[in-house]
């Protein structure tokens, strides 16, 4: 049985976190997104338009002695922020780190949209999703960990993201020295394919914890702690003139001074956002207004606790147990 460790790198702003990955024979080094929000591994490849490549690293299924088509077998994937991607499958051998898996279902794009052409440094994602909402027809195949799990000490994986410096995935283990303090468990809803539970409430500032229930998504995928329009509201009420700029497509605040902590509930215990970290970023040369890192979920249908949730925490998605476990860091 194994462990494996890769460090993933925060781009600026944190707006994601890339990670390197290996794929093929002899090994085509890609960099790409961990993403907990959906399942599907692909990767910009030699089967796309020049036109839609802009620094992006590309697979070359014709340059690996290992891989092999997927004959008849497509996919096609739309994300909660509206990107897109397509193309074929091929089986190729892919390694993250120490940990290898022969005959991964690796997904080759052929079209992919605007965000992923202008977004040079991202060469595809990589799922840690639940595999029931891998999109390949005809047949659904099974992402990373599902394949390496069986070879891990035992079925879980870590993140830990950071501000602005590199953080860590782990596979197999649980990194005593990367935490504080207790983990706060809680049970997962995998029933929609993600890594879902339920936080029982959120306070501002160092205002006691209100009674409110969040359903939502651990989505290492998506930028921002995506909450309920009454939370945001409420959060957003106690910051010295925010408010929501329809040209920016939320809320926006004076830079200074730095807003109030967030907390919301991980079970019994609590996870707290910093007041710096939901300065998420300037909107203006001058620094004077900022976007926040907090915003609504209108129109998804639940929460996402993005990277500015998880960038605060050391996180445990145990597959094994279906529980997620959040701790001070
Ligand atoms: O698509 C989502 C939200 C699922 Cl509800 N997260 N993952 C992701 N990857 C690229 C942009 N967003």
Known sequence: RQ???????????DVEYLTPISIGTPPQDLIVDFDTGSSDLWV???????????????YDPNNSSTS???????????????????????????????????????????????EFTDD????????????SINTVQPTPQNTFFDNVKKNLDTPLFTTDLKHGAPGSYNFGYIDPAAYIGNISWTPVDNSQGFWGFTSPGYAVGTETLRNHSISGIADTGTTLLLLPKSIV?????????????????????????????FVFGVNNGIVTVPGDMVLYAPIDSANQNCFGGIQSDTGIGFSIFGDV??????????????QLGWAAK
């Open 68 to 114: 092999e088509k997927l004959q008849g077998s497509t996919w096609q994937i739309t994300y909660g922020d509206g990107s897109s991607s397509s193309g074929d499958v091929y089986l190729d051998t892919v390694t993250i780190g120490n940990l290898t898996v022969p005959n991964q279902a690796v997904e080759a794009a052929k079209k992919v949209s605007d």
């Open 3 to 13: 462990t494996g460790t890769v460090e993933t790198d925060a781009e600026k702003h």
């Open 233 to 261: 509201k409420a959060y957003y009420s106690e910051v010295q003139g925010a408010q929501y700029d329809s040209s920016q497509g939320g809320y926006v605040f004076p830079c200074s001074p730095t807003p109030p902590d």
């Open 309 to 322: 949730a998880l960038k605060t925490s050391f996180v445990v998605f145990d597959a094994g147990g279906l």
């Open 44 to 58: 910009f490849s030699t089967e796309m338009a020049a036109k839609d490549i802009k620094g992006q690293a590309v």
């Open 120 to 131: 040079p440094n991202n060469d595809g994602l990589l799922g840690l999703g639940f595999s």
